[in-house]
């Protein structure tokens, strides 16, 4: 199943398609940074993306980063639309060098983000860190998912990012993975949509 996202605004335009499989994705976002963020997402979630965009990054990089997490957010939802076939929870930690992340997830439609990381850095190149935290509180919104994402060790604030996007990618294909029983995934029957 491929979901094709659209999202035009005064500040972005955003086509998106995302389905599972392990091929490489087409991601042109207009930020260097956020590229190869999506790219480890895709590759490690097992999704292939092909994203293009044309933001207003001669502002910042907020828009981009925000539209396409609400994007992604959404396409991610209706991926995920047979709850009788997923694992429901997913936790996964990621080490990379000397940083350490975790991301916990629960598909539960109810969206909430927690989201704890003090980076080293403020800036990865030209890319904000605190972008990073707008980017997974837009994609468990609109995904409604229950998300927890906790920097346990840091360093090179690369490194910190990374080791966070590939966590939550590693959480999210766990929660998503199949289950060997054919049922929701919830004593009360029901998983909220």
């Given amino acids: 199943m491929v979901i094709k996202k659209e999202r035009i605004t005064k500040e972005t335009s955003i ?5 599972r499989g392990l091929t490489p994705s087409t ?14 997402l895709a590759f490690h979630g097992h999704f292939v993306f092909d994203i293009q965009v044309n933001g207003d990054t001669d502002v910042d990089d ?31 930690y990621v080490p990379m060098d000397e940083t350490l992340a975790r991301s916990v997830i629960d598909i539960s ?28 509180y837009a ?3 609109n995904a409604r998912i229950t998300a927890h994402l906790d920097l346990i060790r840091g360093g090179n604030t690369h490194h ?5 996007f590939k966590a939550f990618a590693q959480s999210l294909r766990i929660a998503l993975s199949d289950s060997d029983i054919d049922r929701i995934p919830s004593s009360k029957g029901v998983i909220q949509e």
């Fill in 62 to 92: 907020h828009h981009t980063t925000e539209d396409v997490g609400i994007l992604l957010g959404q396409a991610i939802a209706e991926l995920n639309v047979d709850k009788t076939k997923i694992q429901r929870y997913g936790t996964a």
């Fill in 109 to 136: 439609g109810r969206p909430f983000l927690h989201f704890e990381a003090r980076f080293t850095a403020q800036k990865v190149g030209t890319f904000d860190v605190e972008l990073v935290k707008e980017f997974f």
């Fill in 15 to 19: 086509r998106l398609s995302v389905k």
């Fill in 160 to 164: 910190e990012i990374e080791a966070l």
């Fill in 27 to 40: 991601i042109d976002t207009g930020v260097g940074f956020l590229n190869h963020m999506l790219d480890l």
């Fill in 139 to 141: 994609i468990a919104i």
